[in-house]
């Protein structure tokens, strides 16, 4: 976002801030800092394609995580075909005591 910022920033009067090459070309700020390709329109193009360009991305991140959300599966008890009820009591710590033993 920062470097987007710059490219307008460097390109904003691209056509008041016209330095002479050594062959007495004009050379532009836009085009020396960002590329010869570039001129104040083509940078504002470029910028505005990135942004909606994000923008498309971190959509179809969310998409992408609501659809695998929906998809995740659910456990539920056989006997009565509900989820468990997981409440803790106050007077516990644990839901359940399990015990190992060390092959040692």
Not at 21 to 48: E, H, K, P, Q, W
Not at 65 to 75: H, N, Q, T
Not at 77 to 87: D, F
């Given at each position: ?10 390109c904003e009067k691209d056509h008041e801030n016209f330095q002479y090459d ?83």
């Amino acid at each position: 976002c920062f470097s987007l910022g710059i490219i307008l920033k460097h390109c904003e009067k691209d056509h008041e801030n016209f330095q002479y090459d050594s062959n007495g070309g004009n050379i532009s700020y836009c085009g020396m800092f960002i590329g010869d390709y570039f001129n104040s329109y083509r940078a504002s193009l470029v910028v505005i394609l990135l942004v909606f360009g994000m923008l498309a991305l971190t959509l179809s991140f969310i998409v992408i995580l609501a659809i695998r959300k929906v998809r995740e599966p659910i456990v539920y008890i056989t006997s009565t075909g509900y989820p468990p009820n997981l409440e803790l009591p106050k007077e516990c710590s644990y839901h359940m005591f399990m015990s190992h033993v060390w092959g040692t």
